[in-house]
């Protein structure tokens, strides 16, 4: 029966190739920063050319139509909301989808749009409200210094809240859209950015038994490095670890903004690493294994999971980690953590000190507890530490 309904399935949707590209490219160093487009490989073209003519060909893109609008209803939000920051879609971040419409077209084939304009048009309010967001002046108005670090804190916490929120949407809400529109399209072939793409590539079991969509074969147009030519095509690609994992951390980072929690299981102790930005310093750590004072385990943040070892007992917590699977933020190396017990307080024992890490010197904290408040720690870490 199983196999009965897989092949209905496939039936149904049918099977589809899946092409990664990178459409974009920003260049940035100490003196400069600067995007760069990229045109469509011709080993890319040549491959889609040998689809049947006629053949669908789902792409991330928009009907002319939708993009101006999307353009304008950009525009027309900055001016509502009074912003005094000049937003607009630079030509270098979609002239390759342009570029690749044109191509398909002169290829026989029928381009089929995915994007959905409505979740842009969501998408262009949360940039508006992160430019107003940035404009906040913070001064000190004669407040006291801690007042004043909790208007910094609350500032950063804000900012924060809405680079999520706007990278949800296209990030995540729109990976789900994409994924949507392929598997209703009745596609040949879907040529999205490639981080869509890797992960899609990654999970493609999962998204099979969910949605009955079959990738059959995967190729990318991906970067080369500092040679030339900039990118290269490459066929049976092993997915991007590092856009797995950055996938990873935006979704844990959410996942804290949402619901106070980097995973499910309860923590024996949560803290911070960051006294100005403590949603970003927040960490989870899960005891594994306790011999008398030493204790070993695992260490769960927005960056990724890490191993760590140490011992407690009534005078502290001391302990080293390093990451074993994290994205590309996190740092490499054993990291020191060393704190003295403060006084017992009815959420449970809590410490407070500094991580090393090759010479550089940061405060943390640490509290006995499943959950707590990251803003409320980064204003007790920085009352412990005065």
Request: hydrophobic share 35%; glycine share 8%.
């Amino acid at each position: 029966m199983k196999h009965y309904l897989l092949k209905e399935v496939l039936i149904k949707h049918g099977m589809v190739r899946l092409y990664g590209v990178t459409h974009g490219v920003d260049i940035t160093s100490i003196c400069f920063s600067e995007s760069i487009s990229i045109s469509p490989s011709q080993e890319l073209l040549a491959d889609i050319a040998r689809l049947p003519k006629g053949s669908r060909v789902g792409i991330e893109w928009f009907t002319e139509s939708d993009w101006k609008e999307i353009q304008c209803d950009l525009q027309k939000r900055l001016d509502v909301a009074k912003a005094q920051m000049f937003l607009y879609y630079a030509r270098e971040s979609y002239s390759y989808w342009e570029i690749l419409l044109t191509k398909i077209q002169r290829l026989g084939l029928q381009p089929i749009f995915l994007e959905s304009k409505e979740l842009w048009l969501a998408y262009n309010q949360t940039l508006v409200d992160l430019a107003k967001g940035n404009e906040s002046e913070l001064f000190h108005d004669g407040e006291s210094d801690r007042d004043y670090h909790l208007k910094v804190c609350m500032y950063n916490e804000s900012l924060k809240r809405g680079v999520l929120a706007s990278r949800k949407i296209h990030e995540i809400e729109r990976d789900a859209q994409l994924l949507s529109a392929i598997t209703k399209g009745e596609l040949k072939a879907a040529i999205v950015g490639m981080g869509h793409s890797d992960y899609w590539f990654f999970n493609k079991t999962r998204i099979q038994e969910q949605t009955g969509l079959v990738f059959d074969s995967y190729a990318k147009q991906q970067l080369n490095g500092t040679s030339y030519p900039a990118t290269i095509f490459v066929r049976n690609p092993e997915p991007g670890s590092q856009i797995l994992h950055e996938r990873q951390s935006l979704e844990r980072a959410i996942r804290l903004m949402e619901q106070g929690r980097i995973v499910d299981p309860k923590p024996d102790y949560v803290g911070t690493w960051s006294e100005c930005e403590p949603s970003q310093g927040y960490f989870e750590l899960f005891i594994h294994e306790r011999v008398g004072e030493k204790i070993s385990g695992i260490i769960e943040d927005a960056l990724g999971t890490a191993r760590f070892t140490g011992k407690v007992n009534a005078k502290g917590i001391n302990f080293s980690k390093v990451y074993t699977n994290a994205s590309a933020g996190a740092a490499r190396g054993e990291i020191i953590y060393i704190s003295t017990k403060t006084e017992k307080t009815s959420a449970g024992s809590e410490f407070c000190g500094a991580f090393n890490i090759s010479g550089m010197r940061g405060p943390f904290y640490l509290i006995e507890a499943s959950k707590k408040d990251p803003l409320e720690m980064g204003m007790r870490l920085y009352d412990l530490s005065q």
